[in-house]
């Protein structure tokens, strides 16, 4: 069983404080939903777990099965077993999804995969994901829409079956369908060997990815945990009802 632990972690981009002691421990097994309103710092918690330059870890630690996440660099970190499917995948031309694919495979599994083996399990991937078959062939996201996109990002999660993967706000874009598909395909990697952050807004992906644990984030903190009780909550009320409930005003920039 692999375990994820975050304690007192404080970061901040430009001077500004944003994550203000965020504390979290997932385990292999489990799905952690993260909500919470617009500029909360959700996102922020993302991009700082798996490395990403423009913000700074002012204080507290993330560990990965014991080891210092904030002591490696990304490539490292990914092949300690961090996945992020990120809220904007980046367009690469030039390179075609099958080769940026199997290159990823083998730079964080550290092993020299056979295009054949690989092929195979790419196209059933593919099909599990209801994609284009020519998939293999196009550009990493070049001309995508943003639900294909999405669709790409969980592909690649299920190629490269990481320990943890950080999921941001993988339902935006996405149609009724392709919720249901990709919910479907994350769900189906949940066991003792994968565990997940789920960083969204809105209750319908929730709907196809159970989460056994929630927490809501305001103003750069955790400020309540639960389970399916606080996801029927917040789709009734919103968040406003943490103002009177915890006595917590919302930071600016925040809604």
């Known amino acids: 069983m692999a375990k994820l632990e975050i304690h007192n972690l404080h970061v901040g981009i430009e001077g500004k404080e944003i994550l203000k002691g965020v504390d979290l421990v997932v385990n292999s097994g489990e799905v952690h939903a993260i909500m919470g309103p617009n500029g909360t710092g959700k996102s922020t918690l993302a991009s700082a777990l798996m490395g990403h330059p423009k913000y700074q870890i002012t204080e507290g630690e993330a560990l990965l099965d014991g080891a210092n996440l904030l002591e490696?660099?990304?490539?490292?970190?990914?092949?300690?077993?961090?996945?992020?499917?990120?809220?904007?995948?980046?367009?690469?031309?030039?390179?075609?999804?099958?080769?940026?694919?199997?290159?990823?495979?083998?730079?964080?599994?550290?092993?020299?995969?056979?295009?054949?083996?690989?092929?195979?399990?790419?196209?059933?991937?593919?099909?599990?994901?209801?994609?284009?078959?020519?998939?293999?062939?196009?550009?990493?996201?070049?001309?995508?829409?943003?639900?294909?996109?999405?669709?790409?990002?969980?592909?690649?999660?299920?190629?490269?079956?990481?320990?943890?993967?950080?999921?941001?706000?993988?339902?935006?874009?996405?149609?009724?369908?392709?919720?249901?598909?990709?919910?479907?395909?994350?769900?189906?990697?949940?066991?003792?060997?994968?565990?997940?952050?789920?960083?969204?807004h809105y209750q319908r992906i929730l709907d196809h990815i159970k989460p056994t644990n929630v927490h809501i984030m305001i103003d750069g903190k955790i400020v309540l945990s639960g389970g399916q009780e606080l996801i029927e909550k917040i789709d009734k009320n919103g968040y406003e009802w943490i103002k009177d409930e915890l006595g917590i005003e919302f930071a600016e920039g925040e809604e």
């Open 72 to 200: 490696l660099e990304v490539d490292e970190r990914a092949r300690a077993g961090l996945f992020l499917a990120m809220q904007y995948p980046a367009e690469v031309p030039g390179v075609t999804n099958s080769d940026f694919m199997r290159q990823a495979l083998r730079a964080t599994s550290g092993k020299e995969v056979g295009l054949f083996e690989f092929a195979l399990k790419y196209e059933k991937v593919v099909e599990e994901l209801k994609m284009r078959p020519d998939l293999a062939h196009r550009y990493l996201n070049e001309g995508f829409s943003g639900g294909e996109r999405k669709r790409n990002e969980i592909l690649q999660l299920k190629v490269i079956r990481p320990k943890f993967a950080i999921l941001d706000e993988i339902d935006s874009g996405l149609d009724v369908d392709a919720l249901k598909i990709v919910g479907e395909n994350v769900s189906e990697l949940v066991d003792e060997n994968f565990g997940c952050i789920l960083i969204t």
